[in-house]
C-alpha cells in the first residue's frame, strides 16, 4: 500500500495559538494549545482538557533526548505561539515557538485563548475574570531589564537591600612604660567603613544597572530567579539573584558583590587565597577559628606580619584570656613593655630573672619574703 498522506505531501499547515494546560502527564514538555480558526472560543463546547497535546520542538541548545542541555521549554499559560500540524486530520500540533508582543488587555479565563488560571478566586473581585498572564497590559513581552526601564523591579529591590557605611576596626591611642620610666604611645588608626556598590539609578547617579536595549540578555523564571548577562558599553555585567534576595553581581569595572541574605557554607580540600591589597572584615557577632583539627603534628596557625607594620590588638570592654597548655614562648628583639592596674605572677614552680644589665625594682614598700 503506497502512503500518500503524510507530513511534506499533503501540504504543510500551519497555525497561530494559545497555550492554556502545561501538566503533560508524561513529563515529556507537551502543552494543550488552542489554535486560532481551529478551535472555537467556547470552552463549554471544547473545554482546555479536551484540547489535544502539543510537542514543543527544541533549539539546538537542547538534544531533545536522555535530558541533555536545557530542558524543559519555558512556555506559560497564555503564551502566544507559531506552529504546525504533522498530520492531516490537525491532531498532532507542533510548536515552533513563542511570540512576543504587547498584549492590550488582561487575558479572560472563562473564555479560550487564554490563561485560564484566575487572579483571585474571590469572584466578587474583578481579578476573578482576568488571567494571571499576561502579568501587565499595555507592557512589552520583553523583560523590563532586558529594556532598561529604570523602575524596574530587581535592581530597585537590590539597591534596598544593600549594607551601607559598615563601620571597620578601628584602634584608639594608648601609652605604656618602657624601662627609663618613659612613656610610649602608640598611635590611633583611622575609622573608616564601606558600602556595598550602588545598584540602582539615585537621583542623577547611576549604580551598576543601567542597560541599552537590546544588550542586557536576561533569563528570569516565573518565581523570580535571574540571569542577566549585560553587554551595554560602560555598564556591563553579570547578575546571577534569588528570589529570597541573595545575589552575585560582576560589574563594569571588575568588582563583584556577593550579598547573601541567608547561611553560607564553603567546603574544600584545600583553600588558597591571594589578596593583591587589602582585606577588612566587619563581624557583628563572634569568630570562632579551629586549627589542626585532625590533631596531626606541624599543622600550625601561623601568622606573619612583614616589615614596617605592627599587629594591633584591642578588645573594647572585656578581658583577654589565652590558655596554652603547652609552653609559651616569647622573643622581643626589642623591649618587652607591659602596663597595668596590677601585676601577678604566679608559678608553680620556680621564677628566673636573668639580665645582662641592672635589676631596678622600684616600691613603697618593697616586701619580699
Not at 125 to 149: F, H, Q
Request: with cysteine; hydrophobic share 30%; glycine share 8%.
Amino acid at each position: 500500500m503506497q502512503i500518500t498522506e503524510y507530513m511534506g505531501k499533503d501540504g504543510f499547515h500551519w497555525f497561530i495559538g494559545v497555550v492554556e494546560d502545561r501538566n503533560d502527564p508524561l513529563k515529556i514538555g507537551r502543552v494543550r494549545v488552542r489554535a486560532i480558526g481551529y478551535h472555537t472560543s467556547n470552552k463549554s463546547e471544547l473545554p482546555t482538557s479536551d484540547l489535544p497535546w502539543a510537542s514543543v520542538m527544541t533549539s539546538t541548545e537542547s538534544s531533545g533526548m536522555s535530558g541533555l542541555g536545557t530542558t524543559p521549554h519555558f512556555l506559560v499559560l497564555g503564551s502566544h505561539i507559531v506552529g504546525f500540524f504533522r498530520d492531516t486530520e490537525c491532531q498532532e500540533p507542533v510548536i515552533l515557538g513563542a511570540l512576543p508582543g504587547r498584549p492590550s488587555s488582561y487575558g479572560n479565563p472563562n473564555y479560550g485563548y487564554a490563561d485560564p488560571t484566575r487572579r483571585s478566586d474571590d469572584d466578587t473581585v474583578e481579578d476573578y475574570n482576568r488571567s494571571y498572564y499576561p502579568k501587565t497590559p499595555e507592557e512589552s513581552d520583553i523583560n523590563e531589564l532586558a529594556r532598561g526601564v529604570e523602575v524596574a523591579t530587581n535592581p530597585n529591590y537590590r539597591e534596598g537591600l544593600r549594607h551601607k557605611t559598615i563601620a571597620t576596626a578601628v584602634r584608639e591611642q594608648f601609652a605604656v612604660t618602657d624601662k627609663d620610666i618613659q612613656t610610649v604611645t602608640v598611635d590611633t588608626s583611622t575609622a573608616g567603613a564601606f558600602s556595598e556598590p550602588q545598584v540602582a539609578k539615585v537621583g542623577e547617579v547611576f549604580g551598576t544597572y543601567n542597560p541599552t536595549y537590546p544588550l542586557n540578555h536576561v533569563f528570569e523564571t516565573e518565581t523570580g530567579h535571574i540571569l542577566e548577562f549585560d553587554d551595554t558599553v560602560g555598564y556591563s555585567r553579570i547578575n546571577i539573584f534569588h528570589n529570597s534576595g541573595t545575589y552575585m553581581e560582576m560589574s563594569n569595572n571588575g568588582t563583584r558583590v556577593n550579598h547573601t541574605t541567608g547561611d553560607e557554607y564553603n567546603t574544600a580540600l584545600n583553600r588558597y587565597t591571594y589578596i593583591k591589597d587589602n582585606e577588612v572584615l566587619t563581624v557583628n557577632g563572634s569568630i570562632k577559628i579551629i586549627a589542626n583539627k585532625d590533631a596531626k603534628a606541624g599543622q600550625n596557625f601561623d601568622i606573619q606580619v612583614e616589615n614596617k607594620a605592627d599587629l594591633n590588638i584591642q578588645v573594647d570592654d572585656g578581658n583577654c584570656n589565652i590558655n596554652v597548655k603547652g609552653n609559651v614562648n616569647v622573643l622581643a628583639d626589642g623591649d618587652y613593655n607591659v602596663t597595668a592596674a596590677n601585676i601577678a605572677l604566679d608559678s608553680k614552680g620556680k621564677i628566673l630573672i636573668n639580665a645582662k644589665d641592672n635589676v631596678d625594682i622600684n616600691g613603697d614598700p618593697i616586701d619580699l619574703n
